[in-house]
């Protein structure tokens, strides 16, 4: 029973003005805002670049296995070795290359603190993954856009002499899904001279990755890391994966600085199975590969301009109708799909591609809506 005395003491205290306790530039900043998530809603979701099959049916059978009692009372391995013996197999690396993360934004999260000290600054191509520039606000940092206006998706230009303590490359970049080759990336190493982050969150729906240029990175002036989710191509964003890629020395100053348990047994072992199953991977990656490739000309005859993707979503403008409008027809038909809008930049939709069948209702609503 609640004490009537207390409550009062408590309805009696004035709320604390933050504005003499909190960072003043936390209170400043507006925060990253993640796509949306409704839940419990019936919604065909094309908005944040899930994978519309499930996981390989070894990670339920993993999942049931890590959730034993005996398991859920130790705390989990601090640096996930399965999943770093798994995947070095994979990647043909060694595990030391290997730092697992919640996901692959603590991935971001973790490289920001390695590597840009307060005052710092970070680099990034614009329009990109706009949680670079929530990273560079966290740390006290710079943020430094290199636009891709101008010169349609190719590398912008300009980046000599701008000694950023980091740049972050999306590698296939959203929202455009466009991509550089190797050679590309290397070459962008080399004019740069500093830390670079290949974030390849979509790699996996690319012809090529940077991960080559890790294994080679005595040849390089300055750290090279790949990022990686298994929110994606993996279908696990539930369970909140992603690992990074980099020399073992790279590895080692990072692995300092993440929270002790960053990954829990449970997401370990799904991980742990996923990335061990490569068959199930190929297969639902192929899937996706063809329901893309299939989409270009479907929403080109609709009358849309679609940007080539070597991701699993569509960067898409239409020629003559108004993306919001389009946005708001589509969520009324119950299909939730990305409106973004980059300052500077007209804004598009950005759609994931779902199942053949998903897709196909897209198309008959966007046929009514155009
Ligand atoms: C470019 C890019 N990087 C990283 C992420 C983060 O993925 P996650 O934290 O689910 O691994 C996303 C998510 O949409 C992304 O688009």
């Excluded at 891709?148 to 972050?168: K, V």
Aim: net charge neutral; glycine share 8%.
């Amino acid at each position: 029973m609640t004490d009537p005395k207390s409550d009062s003491k408590i309805s009696a205290l004035i709320p604390p003005d933050l504005s003499r306790f909190v960072r003043e530039d936390i209170r400043r900043m507006k925060g990253y805002v993640p796509g949306e998530q409704p839940q419990g809603v019936p919604i065909l979701k094309l908005n944040t670049n899930e994978n519309p099959y499930g996981p390989s049916p070894r990670v339920l059978e993993a999942i049931c296995a890590a959730a034993d009692p005996e398991r859920l009372r130790k705390y989990p391995d601090p640096m996930g070795n399965s999943f770093r013996e798994a995947a070095a197999k994979v990647y043909g690396v060694k595990p030391g290359n290997i730092l697992c993360g919640n996901g692959s934004d603590d991935i971001l999260t973790i490289l920001t603190r390695t590597f840009v000290p307060q005052g710092g600054t970070i680099a990034s191509p614009y329009p990109s993954y706009l949680l670079y520039e929530t990273l560079a606000e966290l740390q006290g940092a710079t943020f430094r856009r290199f636009s891709y206006a101008g010169n349609g998706w190719e590398l912008p230009q300009g980046w000599e002499g701008s000694r950023p303590n980091l740049a972050y490359i999306a590698n296939p970049n959203s929202p455009s899904g466009t991509f550089f080759r190797p050679q590309a990336m290397a070459d962008f190493a080399m004019m740069l001279r500093r830390p670079v982050v290949f974030d390849e969150a979509y790699a996996d729906f690319a012809p090529e990755n940077a991960i080559g240029l890790v294994r080679d990175q005595n040849s390089f002036p300055a750290p090279i890391v790949v990022s990686r989710t298994l929110s994606k191509s993996y279908s696990l964003a539930g369970i909140r994966f992603g690992f990074a890629i980099a020399d073992e020395a790279v590895i080692n100053e990072m692995a300092k600085v993440k929270d002790s348990y960053n990954c829990d047994a449970v997401s370990i072992a799904a991980a742990t199975a996923a990335i061990s199953d490569q068959d199930y991977f190929h297969s639902v990656r192929n899937k996706i590969l063809a329901t893309r490739e299939a989409s270009v000309p479907r929403l080109q005859q609709l009358g849309f301009s679609v940007i080539a993707s070597h991701a699993n979503f569509l960067w898409v403008d239409h020629l003559t109708s108004d993306p919001t409008t389009l946005y708001q027809g589509l969520r009324a038909a119950n299909i939730l799909v990305r409106l973004m809008n980059y300052p500077g930049w007209r804004s598009g939709l950005r759609i994931t591609i779902g199942t053949d069948a998903e897709m196909d209702r897209l198309f008959d609503t966007l046929a009514g809506l155009v």
